[in-house]
C-alpha cells in the first residue's frame, strides 16, 4: 500500500507542477493577446474620429471649391458688388452649412469681405486684427497653379475651426486666380457631438496645454508630447481610455482627441483564461485518475502477486 501511496503522490506532485506551468504561460500569453487586441481597437476608434473629421472637411472643400470656382464670386472679387452678398450669404445659409466663416481675400491676401456666425449664440462676430492674421498666414502663398489650397484646423477667437481654401477662379475652371475663398465651420461641442453620434464612440475633445495634460482619469498626458502621438491609458479593469495629439495647419499641437470605451476585449480574454484554467484542471484530474489506475493494473498489482 505504501508504493500505491507513494506513486500517487509523485504523479500529482508531477501533473500539479506541469498543470501550474501551462496555467501560468498560457494565462500570460492569452492575457497578453486580448490586451493587445483591445489596443489595436482602440487605435482603430481613434482612426475612425480622425476619418469623421477629414469628411467634415472635404464637404467643406467641396463647398468651397463649388463657390470658388464661379464666376459670380469672381466677378465680386473685383467689384464687391453687393447684390451678390444679398443674394448668397444670409444668415440662413450658415445655419443650414453649419458654417462658422466666410471670407473673400484678393490676390494680394487683403480681406474683400468676411462673415463670421457664433454658431452658439447666433450672432454675428467680427474679426479682430489677430484673427485677421491668422487667416492670412492660412492662405497659399501662391496662386499661381489652381490645386494650390489648404486645408486645416486654425484657432480664431481663442476657439478650434475646420478651415479649407480655395482659389477664385472663372466657371470654366480657368485662370488666373482672383483671389481666395475660406470656409470653416466651429470644431465645437455641437459638431463633437455628431462626430460621437456618427462612430457610435464616447468621443471628446481637450484643448492641448503643455503645462496641464490630464485625460480623463486624471491620468498624465504627457507622453503623448514626449513618446508620440497616441496613448492609451487603462486606469482600471473596466475602462480605458485612449488619446491621440492633433496638429494644426502648422504643425502646432492644438487639441487631444479623446475616446472612453469599456474593456469588453480584456473581459472576454478574462473568461476564455477562466474557462482554459478549467479545462487544463479537469483534463488534470482525469489524466492523474487514469494515470494511477495504469500503474496500479499494470505495475502495482504485478508486484502485489508477487509478494
Known sequence: MRLIYTT???TLAVMVTFSLATSLFSTRHIQRSYESLE???ALNNLGRVNYAIADRLAALEKTAADWGIWDDTYNFIQTGDQSYIDLNLSQEYFTRMNLGLIAFFDTSNQMVFYLSLDTETEQMMELRSEDLSELQRFIPVSLESHKIKNSGIISLYDRLMLVTSHPILRSDNRGPASGTILKG???????VNEIAHSTRLNFTILPFSPTELR?????SLHPLVSGGQTLIVKPDIRTLNAYELVNDYKNNPVLINQISEPRDAYAQGRQVIAWWNTVLLALAIIFVGMLIILIYLLIIRRLQRLT
Not at 215 to 219: A, Q, R, T, V, W
Open 8 to 10: 500517487t503522490l509523485i
Open 39 to 41: 489596443d489595436n481597437i
Open 185 to 191: 465651420t466651429w470644431l465645437d461641442e455641437r459638431l
Open 215 to 219: 485625460g480623463l482619469s486624471g491620468e
